[in-house]
């Protein structure tokens, strides 16, 4: 069975600085992988995904993330964070090419502040 | 735009009276979920609908049941709620299995 963990739980940045959110998995065949985000009282909304191809993702709002298998790593990163990107951030992967559900990390909260 | 829409987005239930929450979709996809989620957690698969086909998580309580009448809408029954039922349910919906899944804004339930 396929395993997400993200390290972080808060993460804590001044405006218009870099960040990154760090995603691990863990499976032993392909996997598909996500960045969803949420903010308060909504539902999840895609960041991006990995599916095949290039393992440097571009999403929305100026997200990227980079498919690592040999560290078995999707880690997401801004070069300029904004106040409103404070939110939850989850990353869930799934197993290619089966029926198998999405399996969420635990979020990590991105918090912006001046 | 397609979309997937939960109604309503606020519930108050009485403990024990059933109550029923609606997600709708627009893009006519196979797969339909159902979450539920819990204050700074993340979201629990309770089950979901291939087509006609019900798939049952397997610590799913019995509680917990679903309809999916077509292909547009799927319904969450809680037959009995309890106060740890209180929490975000969300409803999402994929082309197939496994493929990136679309959410809906959630209901909020509170149950008193």
């Known amino acids: 069975a396929q395993s997400v963990t993200q390290l972080d739980s808060q993460v804590p940045v001044f405006e218009e600085a870099p960040v990154e959110l760090r995603c691990n998995y863990s499976?032993?065949?392909?996997?598909?992988l996500f960045w969803y985000v949420q903010y308060p009282n909504q539902g999840l909304q895609l960041l991006l995904k990995y599916l095949s191809g290039s393992t440097l993702v571009k999403g929305i709002n100026g997200f990227e993330a980079e498919f690592n298998k040999s560290q078995t790593s999707f880690h997401l990163r801004k070069p300029s964070v904004h106040i409103s990107d404070t939110a939850e951030y989850f990353c869930a992967v799934t197993l290619a090419g089966t029926a198998s559900k999405l399996t969420f990390g635990t979020g990590t909260r991105l918090q912006v502040t001046l | 735009d397609a979309m997937v829409i939960q109604n309503p987005r606020y519930q108050v239930t009485q403990f024990g009276k059933p109550v029923t929450l609606s997600c709708s979709q627009t893009l006519n996809h196979n797969v339909m979920y159902w979450y539920q989620q819990k204050s700074s957690q993340a979201p629990k698969l309770l089950f979901h609908?291939?087509?006609?086909?019900?798939?049952n998580e397997a610590d799913t309580p019995d509680n917990f049941q679903s309809r999916r009448p077509n292909t547009s809408f799927c319904f969450l029954d809680i037959r009995s709620p309890g106060l740890g039922d209180a929490a975000m349910y969300l409803c999402a919906t994929s082309r197939d299995r496994p493929e990136t899944q679309y959410f809906g804004p959630g209901t909020r339930l509170l149950v008193l």
């Open positions: 499976s032993s065949v392909s996997v598909y």
């Open positions: 609908y291939y087509d006609k086909d019900f798939n």
